[in-house]
C-alpha cells in the first residue's frame, strides 16, 4: 500500500512540475507575440533581407569598376 502512496506522490508532483513548466511557456510565447515585438522581429528580417541582398551585389574585389575600364567597340 505504502508503494502505491509513493507512485501517486511521484506522480502528482511531476504533473505539477510539469504543468507549471508548460504554463510558463505560454506565458512566455504569449509575451513575444505581441504587436510591438511581431513589428520589431519584422524590420528585422526585412533588415536581414536587404543585408543578403547587398551582400550579394557588392563586388568582391573591394573596388568598383570605373567607366574608363569599359570600352565599346
Same mark, same amino acid.
Given at each position: 500500500?505504502?508503494l502505491?502512496? @509513493?507512485?501517486?506522490?511521484? +506522480?502528482?508532483?511531476?504533473?505539477?512540475? #510539469? !504543468? &507549471?513548466?508548460? %504554463?510558463?511557456?505560454?506565458?512566455r510565447?504569449?509575451?513575444?507575440?505581441?504587436?510591438?515585438?511581431?513589428? @520589431?522581429?519584422?524590420?528585422? +528580417?526585412?533588415?536581414?533581407?536587404?543585408? #543578403? !541582398? &547587398?551582400?550579394? %551585389?557588392?563586388?568582391?574585389?573591394?573596388?568598383?569598376?570605373?567607366?574608363?575600364?569599359?570600352?565599346?567597340?
Amino acid at each position: 500500500m505504502l508503494l502505491r502512496i @509513493r507512485w501517486f506522490v511521484v +506522480g502528482f508532483l511531476t504533473a505539477t512540475a #510539469a !504543468a &507549471a513548466y508548460v %504554463i510558463d511557456q505560454v506565458r512566455r510565447a504569449r509575451e513575444k507575440l505581441t504587436p510591438e515585438n511581431l513589428t @520589431r522581429s519584422g524590420a528585422r +528580417g526585412v533588415a536581414a533581407l536587404i543585408d #543578403a !541582398a &547587398a551582400e550579394r %551585389i557588392a563586388p568582391t574585389n573591394g573596388h568598383q569598376a570605373d567607366t574608363d575600364d569599359v570600352t565599346v567597340n
